[in-house]
């Protein structure tokens, strides 16, 4: 039976930080995952690295001096997948006055020892570019920075660094029960590829596993708990331009704008409560109307539902605070160690937003040191993600060395593949020096030697691990070109 340190059930964003974390740290770890990686809530956010400006309102001056400070390291971390975002705030003098935006900016300008990012500014939106496609009669906004990521391969990312660093990872493998012992656990676990139980043991357990932690085989519910559901929806872009629109809704909710696979928009989100199984959740046609409706306050021509290409939704699990509203509820996280026995200990993660996950990974691996013993000390704060080592973190000189050393890529396919794999590019291509030797086009521009590489690196094994997942060539992949791909992996 095989022996570990640390047991992680969970493959989102939080549990694959902390495998990271952990393994970094020398101590022997195994993540169970009972579908792919990312597969649910991680997957499902708005996509973006950011301090949460709405969140001010709320007065929750730590969790955004937090996060604005997160962004800042997964910039230098990962700079392939996390790029900078300039954010357009229309203003509507009815639903918040202009002196509470620009102190709310002073605030997110500051809170966070901002090094990389250029600072808010007011914006004439009737003689601005950015004005262009608004409503008429919208002629003040306001423009500060955020950035935009790729969330399921940021899950990916750290689960690899993870895998290199000592972790055993396991996708599709579901922890059927634990077992205290006097000292760690006896863990009892199905895999998919194999149909048949196995047992290790583990010295102590995280139970990671997003909204599903109450029936994640290790115990008691947790405390406090509020499955809270945000759904999305892209359309056909709808400007010109490289930056974002975050719109205040009249309902005092706002939602994004922001350019998304060079053809299209992502809208989001909305936030409602949820009772459901999280395995099922999707995006209502009355969540449809209300994100058309809100884009539609704002932009001239506006959106219907009939536009819509993709719409998705994911459930996260936050902490209850009592809030009234859905909206209103907290994106911090907790920590809820259980020391029943001090030598088998169980920490149970709760809440957290996808910026904050690499602090949240830390911290979680904190407070385990002291009863494993061992280990070496906090680590990730400087360190680099898989692809990520770009020199001075600037993607747009190492995009262009790409195309200067691949100039027979097409350059839209060198855009999407040095965006999505960094400096790992190299290892995708392998020896192919034209485009006939990266094999058969599986549809959409996806290779032969891409999707290998995703099989054989990246725990890929079906159509929507490849084309949701590890890319999105999902929005653009027609039904032949899913079969075509589910011939090939079959």
Known sequence: MANFDILVIGGGVNGAGIARDAAGRGYSVLLCEKDDLAQATSSASSKLIHGGLRYLEHYDFRLVRDALRE????????????????????????????????????????????????????????RHPAGAPLARGVSTGFAYSDCSVDDSRLVVLNALDAAERGAVIRTRTTVTSIQRKEAGWAVNFRSVRSNRDETVSARAVVNAAGPWIGNAAVGAEPKKVRLVKGSHITVPKLY???????????????????????????????????????????CSPEEIAYLC?????????????????WAYAGVRP???????????????????????????????????????????????VDRLCPLLGGGAGAWSAAAILPGGDIPNADFDAFLSDAKRRYPWLPEGLTCRLAGAYGTRLDEVLGTANRLEALGEDLGSGLYEAEADYLKRAEWAETVDDILWRRTKLGLRADEADRARLETWLS
């Open 318 to 364: 936050l902490l209850d605070d009592e809030s009234a509203d859905a909206a209103s509820v907290s994106r911090d996280y907790r920590l809820d160690l259980d020391l029943e026995q001090s030598k088998s200990p169980l920490l149970t993660v709760v809440g957290g937003k996808i910026t904050t996950h690499r602090k949240l990974s830390e911290q979680a």
């Open 293 to 309: 409706d809100a884009v539609n306050r704002w932009f001239d021509p506006g959106i219907e539902p009939g536009l819509v290409s």
């Open 240 to 282: 010109e331009g490289d930056h974002a629109y975050i719109l205040q809704n009249t309902d005092r909710r706002i939602i994004f704008v922001i350019p998304y696979g060079h053809d299209y928009a992502l809208i989001g989100t909305t936030d409602s409560d949820y009772d459901g199984d999280p395995g099922k959740v999707e």
């Open 71 to 126: 962004r800042e390291v997964l910039l230098h971390a990962a700079p392939h997948i996390v790029r900078p975002l300039r954010f357009v705030l229309p203003h509507d003098k009815s639903l918040r006055p202009a002196w509470l935006i620009r102190a709310g900016l002073f605030l997110y300008d500051h809170l966070g020892a901002r090094k990389t990012l250029p600072g808010s500014e007011r914006l004439a939106l009737d």
